[in-house]
């Protein structure tokens, strides 16, 4: 194709020239210092998917006949002028830039909102999601076989309460309950398996417990691991025990309704507690 020194291409229907026809152009420019092409009389377009084709038309050195009758179309379907690609390029950068800015904010701003929605969706399910990842995890490792047909629990109570009031745990709780009822209860400080995660000995404790007794005071509000405690309970009776109230309160000390956590206030509400020793029962 040495002899080629036109081409003519006018009024046919493509709307630009793609990267592998404009490489053969130039491979024959190569080859011929004087080629020139006509692509007059097409739909051209002037947008961010064909500036790199308009880029092209100004930067390359073969020579476009009948330059100054290019017309091409913009993206708002305006008419526009060709005989000064390199312009038309620099104001389809600048257009295309803020097009690029405007879909990475609105795709920023997506992003945003499905990450407040999750993380919120998150917070409010957040203690039947430890508690379901603790419970895989002990179903997981745990070799003792259970019948289906009904519940078997360990034991009968699980007494959830802070260390400082383990006195009363110890000392009057424990001999009330295990000694004179003959009930058996889990206990923290001796029931739970040394070695073991806190939170999946936690959890195991209240699966395998019919009810939970929790020995409410100031200090218990104050510890994360008792209020972990309380929340795996009220997650283990919604979701596993069909909401069965498995949470029985037992007050050490007088405490006002306005100092109680919601989530405390509506048991107590519920009238399952009782106030130690002024209780009648």
Not at 145 to 155: F, G, H, P, S
Request: charged share 25%.
């Amino acid at each position: 194709m040495k002899d080629l020194n036109f081409l003519g291409l006018s009024n046919n229907r493509f709307s630009y020239l793609d990267k592998t026809a404009r490489d053969q152009l130039e491979t024959v420019f190569m080859n011929n210092k004087n080629l020139s092409i006509d692509i007059s009389g097409n739909p051209l377009k002037c947008t961010c998917d064909t500036k790199d084709f308009i880029q092209w038309m100004g930067n390359t050195t073969i020579q476009f006949n009948k330059l100054h009758f290019y017309t091409c179309r913009l993206s708002t379907d305006k008419k526009q002028n060709l005989n000064n690609p390199k312009r038309l390029y620099e104001d389809l950068q600048k257009e295309c830039a803020s097009y690029t800015s405007l879909i990475i904010g609105l795709i920023s701003l997506v992003v945003l909102f499905v990450s407040i929605v999750t993380l919120g969706l998150v917070y409010r399910h957040r203690w039947r999601i430890r508690y379901m990842y603790y419970m895989v995890k002990i179903r997981y490792f745990e070799t003792k076989q259970k019948t289906n047909e009904k519940n078997i629990y360990t034991y009968d109570a699980f007494v959830s309460y802070e260390n400082n009031d383990r006195s009363f745990v110890h000392g009057q709780l424990l001999r009330k309950l295990e000694n004179d009822a003959g009930l058996k209860l889990c206990i923290h400080q001796r029931d739970f398996l040394p070695g073991r995660d806190i939170a999946e000995n936690i959890t195991s404790a209240i699966h395998d417990s019919r009810k939970i007794v929790v020995i409410m005071s100031p200090n218990y509000l104050d510890s994360y691991w008792c209020m972990f405690e309380y929340n795996m309970a009220r997650v283990e009776s919604i979701y596993s025990r069909n909401k069965e109230n498995i949470l029985f309160l037992v007050f050490l000390q007088q405490m006002l309704p306005r100092g109680l956590p919601l989530l405390v206030l509506e048991l107590v509400q519920s009238q399952s507690y009782i106030e130690y020793p002024n209780d009648e029962y």
